[in-house]
Structures are given as structure tokens and as C-alpha cells.
């Protein structure tokens, strides 16, 4: 069997290296493309094109996240698959079941450079399509998440990545359905909030998954 | 900054004589080395005055008393009992609208001024709205607010004059950024470390979906009331220079003026070479004919900044696909309102298709608008519109209809 292992981060990694992580053929070829219709200020190409490589290096790095989209012409407007565990709830009497995946459609406006924003401005879950979840609001709104009630100016993509990802495992959750900041689901707040024993999702960290990968492949050469 | 028409008219109150009771030239000197024609100069003046609290308030008296064409007043607040120390009101006044106390004001002090007020924030006025004014007054108290005027007034080409106060210190000061151009400052290439954490700190937003937002309540100003009449003086006076051509220039300045030592200080404003907003001042620019009839590339030929443009329209978000509850994708193609991006029945099971907001854009790559650039903007969903911006990496053209 032909097992592909990543390239994985150097032992002592972290995330202040990102931007100087070599991209491989495929991520590259994702970067490049982007960057070649980068449009914008002159200030704002350049913050475009920093986030982009970031982002690219750590879907590379961490394989939690696979890119399918990455358009820079105006916004950064990303389209990914993270691997995270999703609960959902197609029918209101249960039972809540866990997609293996989330589809995420995430945009980044020239003003979230010098504007707080709203926490649910920024990315939309694009599939599984019936999350059971406080903070990702109804179908008929675009299943927006909110990460918060405000994110501050000049976050992160890459930081964006991370919140969504605690988000979707339940490690950090809004459930108070009296407070406005993040419920966007009365009915999935409370829902969780009598079956707390569920949450998390999952304990491991973002950054763990590719280091499992590997685990896993060297236990199979053995 | 998309709802149109949200100032309200003020008019005189019933029986009372529209005739001013004097005209202003009777007492405007014959300024040394300035124009003739000061008189036609100041009451051609169209001033917004953002902030209407013990600096704003004095700044709309003195452009009332200076008899100029208009004056709008926006300032979403109340006066509370302790308004009184600082601002020029009577207790009375406690309790009523900021803007349209001051908005009643101006029009009583000249009769003849096209008087409106808003008893909102800064962001809910039109674009439209916004370019018909020829200066801007910034008197508010939080940073985001100052952050949205520059933005929107750089935008625009339009001179923003900004007086503040630091209680503590005596200090009054008055900025003035004339956004003559993209080289020219704006209010964040002054921010500090500290101000862009206090930007972040003092804003409250809403998860409920309207995307409003709620300044958190901030400190009250702590400041003797002569210290901010003098600020709002000093302002008034910076931007007579100005439009009166006495002196020497003040656009791009600061002034400050410390009334412990009596001593001022003019420091020159200068772009900050890495700030991050951007600074690109519009082109006004004459559309073929009313916007909702012309194409996107008309628009496009006539802005005449080539193809890699990008297109933004009054209020509206380009829906390049849209989404049905079944799950299926659809493309649009077509403007659709930010309050209600609803459009058409799936093709699948016939309920209604919305706009998605990972496919809607508010500037909108030309693109993406390819198969629909000819159709006009109109019949793309853009009908209730007052302007459009084209624009390209360096440059950008706004077309305005005549009348919004």
C-alpha cells in the first residue's frame, strides 16, 4: 500500500514559524494561483497575501484542514474542509449523530483590518447541513457561526481557524441563551446544556491530527 | 452607511418669522489678504457635524451664526443632568435629543439654513447623503466612530475638522485632514498600540443579526465647559482659514492649544506609510444617465480605470449563488439588499432561493459579473440606488445620481 505521509512541522514548531514553512507542490500551486489575481490597496495585498501563505502552511502542516477555494481578488474568501467532529440533529426529536467533517465557507473584508466585527461575520458551515450546535444559526440564515460577540481588528485568519475549531469540538461553547453574545440556536443551547457529559467533542488539539497521521502510519510499517 | 434619508428636516416652529433678524455681513470684517466674496464663501458652506455634545453643540451654533446653506447634526444620545456643566444648555434641555436640540438651535439662530438632525450614529447616513456636504465636524467620543467619518469623508475627498478636549491637561485640540488624496493622513495613521486596543475594547456588537452596533458607554468628558467651547471655537476658526484662504494652510495639522501656558502648537499630519486603512479618494464621476439604467460596463467605460475593477453599489450585495432549504446551489448573478437577499424559487423544489452570505459580495470582482455586465444594473436587482463606486487597485470612480 502506498501510504502518503505529510510533511509534518520540525520538532520544535510553533506558530510564529508558519510564514517560513515551505510549502510543497500542491499547497504552493494553491498559493500562487490565489496570489496571482490578488487585487486591493497596496497595503491590503500585502495582509491578504500574508494570511494566505499562513493559512495554506497550516492546512499543510496540520492536514486538520484541506482548502478547496482560496480567491484573494477582493476579500479573502476561503472554502475548507476541516476535520473536526460536527453534531448534528436532522429531525428536532433526535437522535444527534457526529458528521466526521465540516465544510467552511470563510470571508475576510478589507475591514476587518481596522473594524472590530460581529462574531458571526465571518464564517458560514456549509455542510452538514442540520448542526445541532449554540453557536451556528439556522439554515435559512446560511448556518452562520458566531465566534463571539465581537472579534477585534485585525484578527487572524489563522486565529479564526483555531476558534472555529474549538467552536465545532465544543471545547469553548456559548450556551446562555439569555445572552445575546453567540446563541444562535436557542434550541441546540439548551439541548446542550442538559447533556453537558457530551462536550467536548473531542479532546485533541488542532495541531495534533498530522502528528496521529503519522503515528498511525509508522504503526502500520511495523 | 447605507440607510438613505435618515436626517429629519427641521423647520421653524409654528408663527415663527422665517426673515433673519440681521444679515451676516453687517458684522463680517474685511479680512487682511482674504477673498472678497468671504460672505458668498461661508454661506455656501454644507457642514456635517457628527457629534453633538459640549464641543458639536457650540460647533452648530457657530456655523448657524455664520448663516451657512446647511447644517446636519447626527448624535444617537440624550443630554443627562450632567450635560448641563459642560454643554451650553439649559437644564431644560436634559433629556432631549442631542442633535435635535442643536438642530432646533441652528434654525432658530438662521432661519434660512436647511437645518437636519439624526438622533443616530454616524454610520447610518447614505453615502448619497454624505457627498453632498462640503466639510465634516467630528466631535464624538469613540474611536470607532472617528474611524467611520475618516473612512467614509476620505472616500469622498471631504475635509474632516475634528476638535477634542483632554480635561486634565487643559488642552484643546483641533485636526484638521483635508483627504486631499491617497498620500494625504487619515485618523488611524495617528493610532497608537493603545488606541487601536481601545478601538477593539469599546464596541459592543449584537449576535442578533442586524449588524448594528452599540458603543459600549465610555467615559464621560471631564473637562471644564470653557475648555471644550474653545475646542469647538478653535475649530470653527481652523476651518474659516481654511475656506477663506487667511493664513497660513492648516490642512493636515494639528493644533493644540494649552491653557496653562497660554502656548500653541501646529504639528504637521502626515500618512503613515504601513497604515492599514485604506486611502483611496473616489473620482466623482458623471454616469451616462441614472444609475439604475446603466450596465456595469458602462459604468466600467466610463470610470475609465480598465478591467480589473471592482463594482459596489448603494446597499446592495452582488449574490453570485444562492442557496434553497433543500441544499441545493443556484447561480444568481443579480443584486440583492443586505435586509432581505431572498430571490427566486429553486430549480429543484421550487421553495424560494436566498442569497447565501459566503457567495454575496459588497465589492464584487468584474469577473465575476462577466455573463451580466451588459444588463442594466436595474434589471440586475440594483433599483432603489443612489450610487455606484468602480474601483481598481489605485484608483476609484463614484457615480452619484443627481438627486438621492
Known sequence: MNTQIA?????????????????????TFIFESARGACGGSPMWRVRKEVEARELIALAQVSERIA????????????????????????????????????EVGLVYPATAVVEPQPGYSFACLLRPLQAWHPNIGPFATGQRICLGPTLPAGVQTR???FLLYRLFALQTAQFNSFDPAGVMNGAAADWWQRNVDKIPLTNESFLSFAASLRATATENNL | MNNRNCLTEISLPPGASPAPLADFGERLPPFIGGPEDAAQRLASVRALVAGSGSVGLEVVETLARWKVAEIAVVDPKRFKGESVLTHGIPP??????????????????????????????????????????????????NLLAELKVSQACLSLGTPVVQGSVHGECLCGHVRFFGH?????????????????????????YSCEGSGANTPAEGQPTRSLSSLCSLAAQLASLQFARDLLGLGAPVRDTVLEYCAYTHQTVITKLVRKPDCPCEHQVLRRTAAPRAIRNCSLRELQEAAGLGTAVTFEVDGG??????????GEWGALGRFVSESDTTYGPCQLCGKATKGHPFQCHRRV???????????????????DICWAAVRSNQHGALFLDPTP
Open chain 1, 67 to 102: 482548502i478547496l477555494m482560496l480567491d484573494l481578488r477582493e476579500d479573502i474568501r476561503v472554502q475548507f474542509i476541516m476535520r473536526v467532529p460536527v453534531p448534528c440533529m436532522p429531525s428536532p426529536d433526535g437522535p444527534i449523530h457526529f458528521a466526521t467533517a465540516a
Open chain 2, 92 to 141: 431644560e434641555a436634559v433629556g432631549e435629543s442631542k442633535a435635535f436640540y442643536a438642530g432646533r438651535l441652528a434654525k432658530r439662530i438662521s432661519p434660512l439654513t436647511r437645518v437636519s438632525a439624526a438622533e443616530r450614529g454616524f454610520e447610518t447616513i447614505g453615502f448619497a447623503e454624505l457627498a453632498r456636504f462640503s466639510v465634516v465636524f467630528l466631535a464624538t467620543d
Open chain 2, 180 to 204: 486631499g488624496g491617497p498620500e494625504a493622513p487619515c485618523v488611524a495613521c495617528g493610532y497608537t498600540r493603545d488606541e487601536w486596543a481601545h478601538l477593539n475594547r469599546s464596541t459592543l
Open chain 1, 159 to 161: 486565529e479564526i481557524i
Open chain 1, 7 to 27: 510533511t509534518g512541522p520540525p520538532a520544535n514548531f510553533d506558530l510564529t514559524q508558519l510564514g517560513k514553512v515551505p510549502l510543497d507542490e500542491t499547497h
Open chain 2, 365 to 383: 470582482p468584474a469577473a465575476v459579473t462577466e455573463p451580466f455586465r451588459d444588463q442594466q444594473l436595474g434589471a440586475l436587482g440594483a433599483v
Open chain 2, 317 to 326: 450585495l452582488w449574490a453570485e449563488q444562492g442557496r434553497c432549504e433543500c
